[in-house]
Structures are given as structure tokens and as C-alpha cells.
């Protein structure tokens, strides 16, 4: 399967409605991606500059001190008591492991790949780059008899903010492991839960592997936690036999991160005051829309976690996206995420609070 395959960028779709939203007269109010806007944490700025002089390759597998943060961070923040650091490998951000993992682990023509139905687009992408044949699906049980490669979770979901409870992601690894498919959640939102009655777990807690991690990997990135979007820093962790094939994978093909982000990482796992600081933002904001949304005659479906509203007034979602264009507003529309998307849209609450405000204001 070529490249020649792959979708067109969906994004793009927007641009006529940003060209519409920007002749309100109090510009655009921008709710669509989730680009983190508020500063980098000055200590991780300090630990880049700091290690700005590197004239050597960095290790591929990561330095030692990052490997034992993130091993930290897995214990004290996520409860994954086992958490190994020899089983972590720092990636260049985690949509690009996202869309070279299946070709990472060997993946194929005749393998499938298996995402959620309401899902981000790179889990597609990623099986079409491998030549394997992506499956949309949230029923397990409806692929017959043949076994998936891969299996991907997301919890909290892109788009939905939708969390898996640890009795259905055991579920989804129980199934795995007896077919001998690998199980690989996506977490990058794991610590903006929002609703107290279902916080986010990850794949790698001992309530969900039951203490194991084999055939297990979870992804997590310091884009949104510690609005490091711009370094390009993510990790994958679990399986120790599987993250070390993809460690020799990426030796050969010179997928390192740079050694200053490395440092940067480090730091940024270690300290938990400025996830906490900006959760504490983001839960200001998400306040102030949800309210407003709500007001305008929106349906809130799920949300309970991640950083993004997943909305509905029951009408098409370009309907939608038109209507608040007009407004000055733009967001995601939910057709970007699956067909089962296409009455909702998505509204991300990392925008500032003068344009959370000024949104909250049109409504």
C-alpha cells in the first residue's frame, strides 16, 4: 500500500470557515486543535538551554536518568507499581509513533489494525503507511476469525473524552492475549480526568494487566501535560521484548530525540507542581464552555476526561461548524474522527482565557 493511499488532510476542510470566522469584528476565537498556548515551564526551558551544547549523537534508547523519570512518573503518578525503566523508549512525539508503530512491529499486508470507530485519524494512517488494512470497530467480537495484529485503546478518548473503565480495558486485553495481538493505549490525556466517578487508568495499572505488562504498550506524550507540543516528546512504555524491538528498529533508522529534549523530558517527568498548575487552568476553561455551550442549546456526549467537549445541537456537523463560524468560533468537526462523528463537533478548551471569554461572550 502506497503513499499514494493515504486521506487527504482533513484539516484543510476548515480553512473556508476560518475565512468566515474572521470577519467577526472580535476575530477568531479558536476552539478547533488542541495547540497548548500557555508557557512552557520555565525549569524545563532551563534543563533545554542547559544541555544546548551537544556535539555527540544522543542515545536512541534515551539517557538513563530520563528512563528512571518516566518509570517514576508511571509509579507515583499512574500506580503502575512495576514500572520498569529498562521497558521505556522516548519518541519523537507521540503522533509519529503513532503512525510508524505498526511498521515498528512488523506489520503488513494480510495484518490488521484495529482503533476505535470515533478515533484520531493516525491510527488509520499509521496501518496504510505499513501496508496493513486498518479496521474502524469498537465490537472485538464482530471480526471473525482472524486476529488482529495490533489492537489500539484510547482512554480518555480523541475526540469523545470518553474513559474506559479498568473491567473493559482488562476485557480488551484478555481477548488480546489470548489471540496473541498487542494492545496499544493511547494516554496521552490520562491526567485530565474531570469526573471523579470515572477517572482514566492506564493499560499498564496491575487492575487492568493484572501485574504482567506482555503484549501491552502505552503512549503518553508531555505535549499537553507540560505544554512541550513544540519539542516533539513522547514516550512508549510496557513490554520490555517489544520495546526493544522497536529500540533496534529505530537505531537503524535514526529515530533519536535530540539530547536537549531529552533533558527537558526529564525534568518534565519528574515534577508533578506544573501538570497540576496547568490541569487547574484547563478545568477553568472547560467550566466556562461547557456553561456556555450548554446555554447555546448544546449537548455535551461523555467528556469526563481529555481537553476537548464533544458536542451536538442533532444537526450535521458542517451545519454546526457553519453556524458557529458566523459567530466568530471555530472547532473541530466530528466527521474528522469517523462517520459515527458526523452530528457532533469537537471543542478544545486549550485556547487562552481572553478567548475561552470571548467565545463563552458570543454564545
Known amino acids: 500500500m502506497g503513499l499514494f493511499t493515504l486521506p487527504d488532510f482533513p484539516w484543510d476542510r476548515v480553512q473556508p ?213 513544540g519539542y516533539r516528546a513522547g514516550v512508549v512504555m510496557g513490554d520490555p521484548v517489544l520495546v526493544k524491538r522497536m529500540l533496534e528498529v529505530r537505531k537503524h533508522a535514526g529515530m533519536i530525540v535530540p539530547a536537549p529534549v531529552q533533558a527537558a523530558m526529564t525534568v518534565a517527568f519528574e515534577d508533578d507542581a506544573h501538570v497540576d498548575e496547568q490541569r487547574a487552568r484547563y478545568a477553568r476553561r472547560r467550566e466556562v464552555l461547557r456553561a456556555a455551550f450548554e446555554r447555546h442549546g448544546f449537548r455535551i456526549d461523555h467528556s469526563e476526561a481529555s481537553l476537548y467537549l464533544w458536542a451536538t445541537r442533532d444537526e450535521p456537523c458542517w451545519d454546526t461548524v457553519g453556524h458557529l463560524a458566523d459567530l466568530g468560533i471555530i472547532v473541530g468537526p466530528g466527521e474528522f474522527y469517523g462517520p459515527a462523528g458526523g452530528r457532533h463537533v469537537r471543542i478544545s478548551f486549550t485556547a487562552t482565557d481572553e478567548r475561552v471569554a470571548a467565545a463563552a461572550e458570543r454564545l
Do not use: Q
Not at 515498528?104 to 503507511?129: K, Q
Open 17 to 229: 470557515y476560518r475565512e468566515r470566522a474572521a470577519r467577526h469584528p472580535g476575530g477568531v476565537a479558536d476552539l478547533s486543535i488542541g495547540t497548548p498556548v500557555d508557557p512552557t515551564p520555565e525549569f524545563v526551558r532551563a534543563a533545554l538551554a542547559a544541555a544546548a551544547d551537544a556535539p555527540g549523537y544522543p542515545a536512541t534508547y534515551g539517557t538513563p536518568r530520563l528512563r528512571e523519570a518516566v518509570a517514576g512518573w508511571l509509579r507515583r503518578r499512574l500506580g503502575v507499581a512495576g514500572a520498569d525503566p529498562d521497558a521505556v523508549l522516548p519518541v519523537i512525539g507521540s503522533k509519529e509513533l503513532v503512525a510508524w508503530l505498526p511498521t515498528l512491529l512488523g506489520a503488513g499486508p494480510g495484518d490488521r489494525v484495529v482503533f476505535p470507530e470515533l478515533a484520531y485519524p493516525t491510527y488509520d494512517v499509521g496501518a496504510r503507511l505499513a501496508g496493513a488494512e486498518p479496521v474502524a470497530t469498537d465490537g472485538l467480537l464482530a471480526l471473525g476469525p482472524v486476529t488482529p495484529k495490533i489492537v489500539w485503546v484510547n482512554s480518555p478518548s480523541n475526540p469523545t473524552g470518553k474513559v474506559l473503565p479498568a473491567e473493559h480495558l482488562r476485557k480488551v486485553v484478555a481477548w488480546a492475549r489470548e489471540r496473541g495481538a498487542i494492545v496499544v493505549s493511547d494516554e496521552c490525556y490520562l491526567e485530565f480526568g474531570w469526573d471523579p466517578a470515572r477517572p482514566p487508568i492506564s493499560v499498564l495499572h496491575p487492575d487492568v494487566c493484572e501485574g504482567s505488562h506482555e503484549g501491552l504498550l502505552a503512549v503518553n506524550s508531555l505535549s499537553k501535560r507540560s505544554n512541550m507540543a
